[in-house]
């Protein structure tokens, strides 16, 4: 089993939509929660880091993590085209504090 | 901001060369980090350093090394290289645990083709 699982997509959306994209882990000790933005032929950015359950917001972006259900979520409000791109969700702080898991990445087309 | 630089973008490399691949942060860090990415894989990790000249395998070392002799800097070397290490290669960095709970933050990667 693998520790995180996300769907690859493609998720094509018009401008303006609610996103929603989520993963699942299987480890209940990983207690740190990322979601990355890569744009093709760009390395990986920072969008959200979240270390507890609940809600962090920024800006158009929602960070949601439920641990009980082991299930992270990144809500995108007011899609952009600009946010075409593929995310990766990653999860961390287990046993080993340099060892972080990443999803394969959802890929998000936005259409004007 | 924290600032990852990796030397190449792109580089075309022949079977059975020995590839350098650098990595330099502005963030003074303590851990570096190199990963693979191929599509439908997503990240694996080749190898990660906590500290100058320390350093742990990842999920797939195997034909790969690295150095790290200052700091700032982390390399990684193919020895001897082949077909199936075509592919893109990020760097990353992050704080120590005693700067708390850090993410990662990744270079621009390296697009990597052995012919």
């Known amino acids: 089993q693998k520790e995180v699982e996300q769907d690859p997509g493609p998720l094509s959306v018009p401008e303006g939509a609610i996103v929603s994209l989520n993963c699942t882990y299987s480890n209940s000790a990983f207690q740190y929660f990322m979601w990355y933005r890569q744009y093709s032929r760009k390395g990986p950015e920072l969008l959200m880091y979240t270390y507890s359950s609940g809600n962090k917001e920024d800006g158009r972006f929602t960070a949601q993590v439920d641990k009980s259900s082991k299930y992270i979520s990144l809500f995108i409000r007011d899609s952009q085209p600009s946010d075409s791109a593929t995310y990766l969700c990653a999860v961390g702080g287990g046993r080993n504090f340099n060892k972080f898991y990443f999803g394969s990445g959802t890929k998000l087309n936005v259409k004007p | 901001d924290v600032k990852v630089t990796q030397s190449s973008r792109y580089l075309v490399k022949r079977t059975g060369e020995k590839v350098f691949l650098e990595c330099v942060q502005d963030?003074?860090?303590?851990?570096m980090f190199w990963y693979r990415q191929d599509p439908g894989l997503g990240l694996r990790l080749i190898y990660f350093s906590y500290d100058v000249k320390m350093k742990e395998k990842g999920d797939i070392p195997e034909g790969y090394s690295v150095s790290r002799e200052k700091k700032e800097r982390f390399s990684l070397i193919l020895e001897s290289a082949s077909t199936n290490q075509t592919s893109m290669y990020l760097c990353a960095s992050r704080g120590g645990a005693r700067k708390g709970n850090q993410p990662q933050h990744f270079g621009d990667g390296t697009r990597l083709s052995i012919l």
């Open positions: 963030m003074d860090h303590e851990n």
